[in-house]
């Protein structure tokens, strides 16, 4: 029996269009495609965090999701799988990025499957991945699968150093182990009208 899955993507780049973008669309689609081929649709929901950056300073200052941000909270909460994408900025997540992290709520990707994806000009930020995104995933009790892609500059172009496996095969790898993971997980519960609002012990708290 066919199902089908609710994959949210999460995109922190800033300009339009973006090489972040960019990259979060091709691991959504190669997503889709590697469920398809385990009998299962999906449907694809992408977030761009610019668009929503004034709702989530509020949130910061008030506690409160209002608009746009509070249908993007309960899409993610009730979604099968994330896409998570940023830009590198001084070395680490772009701070919109984690601005949007921290008004998640606290259990929204616990046991979730996440895919984690980064963009920067070079390479020798790759790393970020390991030493950034997943220890902040991690806190999170998100189900991060093994392989997160990075893509420089370099890598749009095919430049990319023979030590170092092509984009689009880096892609399908942390794809398929996205899609093996959602695949195997029981459909998410639909979101709920209160979902996004915090509860009044968490407003009480310095």
Known sequence: MTQDRSLVVVSAGISQPSSTRLLADRL????????????????????ELRDLAHEVVN????????????????KIGAADGLVAVTPVYTAS?????????????KD?????????????????????????????FGYLHAGV?????F???????????????????????????????????EPARPAGLFDAVPSFGSLLEP
């Open 59 to 74: 949130m910061t200052l008030t506690g409160f999701a209002s608009g746009p941000l509070a249908d993007a909270l309960a």
């Open 151 to 185: 893509a420089a500059t370099d890598d749009w172009a095919d430049g990319a150093g023979d030590d170092v496996k092509p984009l689009p095969e880096r892609i399908r790898r942390a794809a398929r182990e996205l899609a093996e993971t959602v695949a195997d997980r």
């Open 93 to 105: 997540y772009a701070g919109l990025f984690k601005s949007f992290v921290d008004v998640l709520d």
């Open 28 to 47: 959504a689609a190669a997503t889709v495609e590697e469920l398809a081929a385990r009998g299962q649709t999906a449907t694809v929901t992408t977030i």
């Open 108 to 136: 929204a990707l616990a046991g979730m499957p996440v895919l984690l994806g980064a963009t920067g000009g070079t390479g020798r930020h790759s790393l970020v991945l390991e030493y950034a995104l997943r220890p902040l």
């Open 145 to 149: 699968v093994g392989t997160g892609v």
